[in-house]
């Protein structure tokens, strides 16, 4: 008798145990659909030539101008979604502008190079 009853605890146990790891996963299966969310930089930097203004513009947010009058800029805008398109436009007072960067942060991570180039730039959030 007390084979009997120490099998069917066993058995009762591992059926217990086995059913609920189960059913947590499959109630999980669906909780995983938060939308990722971005944040951009802007960056723009000249060596020689002051920077007179910055234009940028993400979907999404609100588009702004800035008089700079530096040689260096730097904004962050955000949150943005998938499929948002990033813009800059740089004005110098003369000369050309040595770099401007866009930078995303996906999630709050780190923020990665996605687009280098000359005074106007664009990219689209794709990852």
Known sequence: MKAITKLFLVLFAAITCF???K???DNNKGQNTQ???YYVRFEATSSYYYIYKVSLS???C???TTIVEGKTYSEIIGPA???AVAKMKVTMVSGACDNTAIYVSKNNG???LKKRGSENLSYTIDF
């Open 58 to 60: 993400l979907t999404g």
């Open 23 to 25: 059913m947590e996963n």
């Open 110 to 112: 780190p923020f990665a």
């Open 62 to 64: 609100e588009s702004f």
């Open 35 to 37: 939308e990722d969310f």
């Open 19 to 21: 059913g609920c790891e």
């Open 81 to 83: 979604h998938k499929g």
